[in-house]
């Protein structure tokens, strides 16, 4: 039997052979071949063995990597390894990630470390928490309600549940609490240590040096068993592990120097002479172990403030989400949680108040602040039938809505969801990162034996000594933590801005990519024009009465309102305003890229473009398209209607194009990106468009599969290609190019096509998504800079190759300070990229 699984865990090709090997030991197997590229293992065996028996194999093995039957059965699984504690009054998210995504996009559900790189996890932001709210007795707390009313036990009236402190603020003030106490104790053993460099030591004169060291070894207790004990626990279990981190030679290092010094209490007998003090005592080196640890644990405080600023920006889009919100039952208003709320309650939106859920007003007008989910200032008038989404803030007049969207499928919770899972990809030039990371401890160690070596062979007296110091200094100078942080970083305070200005990123790679893109191929109807086509005209073929005008603009609104097309919508309406009563359509099929077919009152119709009528098989005359051209050369879509095979009247379409499209145009073929439209209108209404906006490159007449080839073709020439559009039928472009670009305003299927989806649907979000991926892939190029450099520069300087020449030597204690702010400044400059303009 031949099966094949999804592999969890591997980064190199070590880990492959590892699972390889422990997989090819299961008795039963008979041949096992795993594959890093797809993370697959294909197992041979002789008669069916169970997958757990594979996982029990890999779990005994280390659990460093797992097995599923599939990579979406790995995904449905992927947030369960630590389970949470019952804990119901909890208001936390409930979800974890490592902030290094060493398990890609891999989640936990209880607050604690990376079983990878040790690193404290980060609680995920979403709205859940925002929005609900729960009610409590002020007598009996274990009471809780969903609603307000009187506690059960003594009657007392329910109040709000206060929400708890942010998992995030717990860690920070955990870590807080212990650097204090860790540097209480270590304060006084540095004191001590230093004292010996100052002549007749007045310490000495209380009590021989022995026992100060003994006092020293006191003081030095709380620091390594309380206070940084968390590092050492995290140091043997990525040995265990073999996910060897930072917290590996932090762990190595201070452990060496603080057994060495209690060994050296305890049996001074055994030490050389060049161990020992004039005292005859052996030199200690609590005050390095303990400052080492002291420093480190400070850069893990400052750490966690840093990270609960880099997804800032999601905490300020959940600052928008209201947990209030007025419904309207029979004409009276009640006030109602927002996770009560369901689509299709008529909510009542006052001035000033935050719109609870996405929806459409159907009574009033007012004015709409949007800024914060589509990043332009100046305020949008509404009217009725205008769409409004959760989180804005409504003007100074009070309005009737319709709820459309609630709870997930609001915009605003998208926008969330997007960001956080944008947040936890992977860029591809982290692979880099990823693969120095997975070679750099083992080779920091084999550094800091052969400095040992070196320095106890070929150093000056006292040789072992130096030796030992430099050795030490080479494990905790080295900062592969610096590495990992460079990518994630910048992409989670990257994606944050964008969102911030209207800019969804779907995933790091599109961030990548957008900053090579080259060419950029765009839609017409949606994408440079308004996307609110009108009907400007139905005209009408032959010597035909003026009546029969109204029967055409029956028969076309008929047959168009069982489609959802912008341009079906536009005649639909169009029909209402004139009173035109619409009859049943039977039939109805669209036909994609040329238009729409059914029988309306017993009349087959066929209503789009040319390739429509050639396709239904009705001829147009020339003199029809004589008329039809001068329209269409005006920048108008003019779609014919046939009847029962004649082509008999047709209807014209105006869509405005969008003010902000020619300048986006230019900015963008300025920055050397090459702009080709490509629609499926007719050459004339082409060029007339691409005339005003001075585009060169266009092509009329375009079918979803015509698009996709020009985006194939574009690719074979090299080129990096973003498709933008907002229609289902430039879905297959949007999958196939480098980058899909959707419009917000577009169909759902263009949206989960595409990497970026622009909320305010114009070319100019394009341009922010341009300046955007270049400022991220700037920053993750200066980490990765910052990152390398550091580690590059700073390990020979600790192994003591500035000595022979400058007399220069670093402390275990400096390259510890230095180590700490190594990530830190890290953290710090992606930081810089919330303060970028993009506009």
Known sequence: MKHTYHIHGMTCNGCRSHVEKTLSEVDGVSNASVNLEKAEAIIQMESHIPIATFQEALKNDGGSYSIHSSASEYKKSASSDIQAPASKRSKGTGTFYCPMHCEEDKTYNKPGDCPVCGMDLVEEQNLSATTSEQWTCPMHPEVLKDEPGACPICGMDLVPMQADSSAEEKTYQKLLKKFWIALAFTLPIFLIAMSEMIPDNPLYDIMEQKWWNWIQFGLSIPVVFYATWMFFERAYRSIKTWNLNMFTLIGIGASVAWLFSVFGMLFPDFFPEQFKTASGAVHVYFEAATVILTLVLMGQVLEARAHSKTNSAVKELLKLAPNKAVRVVDGNEEEVSI?????????????????????????????????????????????????????????????????????????????????????????????????????????????????????????????????????????????????????????????????????????????????????????????????????????????????????????????????????????????????????????????????????????????????????????????????????????????????????????????????????????????????????????????????????????????????????????????????????INDAPALAKSDVGIAMGTGTDVAIESAMITLVKGDLHGILKAKKLSHAVMKNIKQNLFFALIYNTLGVPVAAGVLFPFFGILLSPMIAALAMSFSSVSVIVNALRLKSISIN
């Open 339 to 727: 996770d009560q709320i369901q689509k299709g309650d008529m909510l009542r939106v006052k001035p000033g108040d935050k719109i609870p859920v996405d929806g459409v007003i159907t009574e009033g007008k007012t004015t709409v602040d949007e800024s914060m989910i589509s990043g332009e200032p100046i305020p949008v008038d509404k009217a009725k039938d205008d769409k409004v989404s959760s989180g804005t803030i409504n003007g100074n007049q009070s309005f009737l809505m319709k709820a459309e969207k609630v709870g997930s499928d609001t915009l605003l919770s998208q926008i969330v969801n997007m960001v956080n899972d944008a947040s936890r990809s992977r860029a591809p030039i982290q692979k880099l990162a990823d693969t120095v990371s997975g070679y750099f401890v083992p080779v920091v160690v084999v550094i800091s034996l052969i400095t040992f070596v070196i320095w106890a062979i070929w150093g000056p007296e006292p040789a072992y000594v130096y030796a030992l110091v430099n050795a030490i200094a080479v494990l905790i100078i080295a900062c592969p933590c610096a590495l990992g942080l460079a990518t994630p970083m910048s992409v989670m305070v990257g994606v944050g801005k964008g969102a911030q200005n209207g800019v969804l990123i779907k995933n790091a790679e599109a961030l990548e990519k957008m900053d090579e893109v080259d060419t950029l191929i765009i839609d017409k109807t949606g994408t440079i024009t308004e996307g609110k086509p009108t009907v400007e005209k139905i005209g009408v073929f032959g010597d035909r009465p003026d009546s029969y005008r109204d029967e055409i603009t029956q028969l076309i609104a008929s047959l168009n309102s069982s489609s959802e097309h912008p341009l079906a919508e536009a005649t639909v309406k169009y029909a209402k305003e004139q009173k035109v009563e619409l009859s049943i359509t039977e039939n109805f099929s669209a036909v994609t890229g040329k238009g729409v077919e059914g029988s309306v009152e017993g009349k087959k119709l066929a209503l789009g473009n040319a390739k429509m009528m050639e396709y239904a098989k009705a001829s147009i005359a020339s003199e029809m398209k004589t008329e039809v051209q001068s329209f269409q050369k005006q920048g108008k879509t003019v779609s014919y209607l046939a009847i029962d095979g004649e082509v008999s009247g047709y209807v014209v379409i105006g869509d405005q194009i969008k003010a902000t499209s020619a300048k986006a145009i230019k900015e963008l073929q300025e920055k050397g990106i090459a702009v080709i439209m490509l629609t499926g209108d007719n050459h004339d209404t082409a060029q007339a468009v691409a005339s005003e906006l001075h585009l060169a490159d266009f092509k009329a007449g375009m079918l979803p599969e015509d698009k996709l080839q020009e985006v194939t073709k574009l690719q074979e020439q090299g080129k990096v290609v973003a498709m933008a559009g907002d229609g």
